[in-house]
Each structure stands twice: as structure tokens, then as C-alpha cells.
């Protein structure tokens, strides 16, 4: 121990006005890190209020969840020991190369919490974007949410006609299912997901679209591309390269990992800092979120009105199951963050009347379309049918974007008539999915638009009555 105080010693000397990270409580910046934010900190809170519906019953559930927290990719687990060279680096520059700035210096707490860091050696390349203990808790912890405030509909004991659960083939898909299943039936259940296709055309059709995977949303040209290139960017690199000490602007990629490293290790254990978020200012953090802002914008989101076309057989399959009077009363999908904003983008939910560009950043503080709200890990979309018996259109539905009822201007306070739901999404509805979903076509038609839609009714009742 008196050896590592010495070894500290020269640190203590820095001054304590600079901004630090571990000493700030409120961490609002750790709201901001787009698709690697952490559930648990930005999830609605307001669901208390909102759940409730007078004069109204819950009857069915239909639900598409985002993996929970997960490993990055292997290309990034491969890059551990330039973040290890990136530390030395910095201590180097603030002992030995006294090489600290004048103003936004590394505060004396961040920069020993950086002296100290180490990777977690147990994280291998063959585990890449594993869904991590947290991660399995987000699920497993909104199941029990939703139970404890739907508990007719979301009953604790396992009936495949009943539930009908669906994953992507992936392991963090797969895991979050499990961890969803625990959370409503208890560790011992029976649960099961329907098989998985060959061609998963209701939750990766992504994957089968060429013109949208072929779409210019982060190349030369693009808005992404624009912001990249602005000095607002190229001088935020270059700020923080010279909090960190160096006399150079580091390589962006450099600079990037750091980012990643402070964003995943916050995800993976939200009541501790990671040590790596200290190395950037808050306001240095809005910047980057603003660029994957943009990069899903276009991507995923409203920047292409395509966009909306992709997840036609989603849409399809929330109108179905919550339009079919029998069985199964609660869906659930587990997918990934494509999945979730092209669903978003489908129903028209967090649209900003102005689109994100890269010369707007400044105009768009209070902007809709934050993907660190819409799309954190864990993040999950709920549409909640009601009947209301004492009402002319008794049939009513509440939409729940990550614990938080959707706001619809169509809608009264986040209450919606189904009839309007029904005649608000009816191109979708009546659509062919195979020719709508994608710019060149798509995939075959699988028996989308309205005959679908009955055929797959009338299916169910027959599935109902033969149990």
C-alpha cells in the first residue's frame, strides 16, 4: 500500500477546478452514447402514471425488445492493448513530459483512475458481442416491470398458445429471450421461441434488401459525412487530444476506442464509472452523439423515407396479433437496434419536423430523434391493447417506447382509438410486403397485405379452437 501512495505521489499536485468525471453525480453525458447507452439510465420513469387506464382493461401485449447489453466486436476486443498504450501515453504526458494543459486538464481523480485501469482479460475475441450479465438483467428485469404493472396479461405461468416468443439467430438475441422468460415465469420454465427461418424476413429483412445495405449514408456526400469533415469535429479531436496531454491531435481512431471503452464499460456496470469517460467533457460527448445521431438518421430513421418501407412485415405482425381476438395474447420479438428504429420510423414516432443535417447541429439540441432515448441497449417498443367497455370505440392502445408512452399527436395523451391505429398504418397494412419493404422489390411475398392478414387471423382461431 505505501508503495503505491509513492507511485501516486506526483499526481496529487493537480489542480481540482478542472472538470471531473468521477466526482460529478449528475453524469448527464452518460444519457448520450446513441446505441451503447445504458438502459438502466435512460428508461422511463413515468410509468407509474401511465399504465393505468380507467374504465379500461388490458387484454393483449405485443412487444419487440433489443438485445440487452452486450461484448463489442472482435475487431475492437483485438484493439485492448492500444487502449492499455493509449493510458501509458497519457500518464507519460502529465508526469513525465509535463505536457498539461492550462485549462480542461484530466482532474487529479480521473487521471489516477486512468493510471490504474486495466481490460478485462476474460473478454475474448471468440466472445464478441456477447450479451454480457447486465445485459442479461435489463431483459429479466423489464419482464418483472412489465409483469408487476400487467399482471392479467402478463401471467406467470408458461402457455405456448398463449406466449409466442421469436429471436434472431444470435447469442445475444437467443440470451435475452431466456433472460425475458426468467423474468416472467422464474428460472425453471418451459419456454420456448418458435423456429427460426432460413430467411428471417420478419426481423432481420435488412439483411435480404441490397439497395438498402447499398444506400450512401455515411460515405462522401452524405450529412454524416459533412459533419465528419467539420471543424466543430476536427476541433473536438483535437481539444481532446490536448486534454489528454498531447502536443498533436491523435488519430481519430485512437480517440474513438477511448470513446467505445468509456461507452461499453458504463453499459456493463451502470453503477460504476469507467474511467475512460473521464477523458472527455460532456460537451465533447454531444458532439458525438450528434454524429451517430445522423449515421442512424439515414440509416435506419427518417433521413430516407424508404426507410419506413423496411419493416412492413412488423407492422403487419403488430396489426395482426393485436387485431385477432384469440390467441396468443402476448408476442414478443427479440431483435437488434436496425430492427427497433426502421419499426420506429415505420409508425412515425420520434420524427423531428426539421431533418438532421450536418450545418443544423446547433438548431437541433432538443431534438426528437436522439438515439441515445430511442435506442439504448435493452431498448424495447410495447403496444398494450385495452378494452373499455363504457366507450363507443371500446377497443383502445397505448404505445410504450422503453418504459414511456409514446406521444402521438393522433392519440389523446398517449391513448389511441385501435380504429385510428387501423386506418393510420392501412398502407402498410394492406400492403405486399415483398414489393413494399425494399427499394428493388425485396424479398418473395409472404402472404402480406390484407389476405394475409385474415389468412393468418383465421389460422390462429383455428390453432385456439383445436386447444
Known sequence: M?????????????AQDDYCFSKDTSRLQTRQFSSKTAYQIVKGTDIDKQYLVPGCQPQKMWIFHRHGTRLPKKSMINKAPRVAELRDLIINNYQVARTKPE???????????????????????????YLTAQGYEDLRGTAKLYQRYYPTVLTPNYNDTYYQFRHTDTQRTTESFKAFAEGLFGSQNAAHPVEIPKQDLLLRPYDYCS?????????????????????????????????????????????????????????????RNSVWCGAFLP????????????????????????????????VQDLLTHLSNPVSP??????????????????????????????????SLTSRRWKTSLIDPFAANFVAVKYDCPADLDREKVVFFLNQQAVQLDWCSVGLCKWSDVLEKYKTIADADCGEYYCRTG??????????????????????????
Not at 287 to 305: A, I, M
Not at 442 to 467: D, E, I, K, N, R
Open 2 to 14: 505505501r508503495l503505491l501512495i509513492l507511485l501516486l505521489l506526483p499526481l496529487v499536485a493537480i
Open 103 to 129: 485549462t480542461d486538464a484530466l482532474c487529479q481523480t480521473d487521471l489516477i483512475a486512468i493510471k490504474l485501469w486495466k481490460w478485462n482479460s476474460s473478454i475474448t475475441p471468440d466472445m464478441e458481442e
Open 211 to 271: 439497395s438498402f445495405k447499398d444506400v450512401n449514408y455515411k460515405d462522401e456526400g452524405s450529412e454524416y459525412y459533412k459533419f465528419h469533415q467539420s471543424k466543430l469535429y476536427n476541433d473536438t479531436l483535437a481539444e481532446i487530444s490536448t486534454r489528454l496531454g498531447f502536443l498533436y491531435t491523435l488519430e481519430e481512431a485512437d480517440i474513438k476506442l477511448m470513446y467505445d471503452m468509456c461507452r461499453y464499460e458504463q453499459a456493463w456496470n451502470v453503477d
Open 283 to 314: 460537451e465533447q460527448i454531444t458532439v458525438f452523439e450528434y454524429l451517430e445521431d445522423l449515421k442512424y438518421y439515414y440509416g435506419s430513421g427518417y433521413g430516407f423515407p424508404e426507410n419506413a418501407h423496411l419493416n412492413c412485415r412488423l
Open 329 to 362: 395474447h402476448v408476442v414478443a420479438h427479440f431483435g437488434h437496434s436496425t430492427g427497433l428504429l426502421t419499426l420506429i420510423t415505420a409508425l412515425g414516432i420520434q420524427k423531428d419536423d426539421i431533418k438532421l443535417r450536418a450545418d443544423n447541429y446547433d
Open 442 to 467: 425485396g424479398a418473395p411475398s409472404l402472404g402480406s397485405g390484407v389476405g394475409g392478414l385474415l389468412a393468418t387471423t383465421l389460422a390462429a382461431m383455428l390453432v385456439y379452437l383445436m386447444h
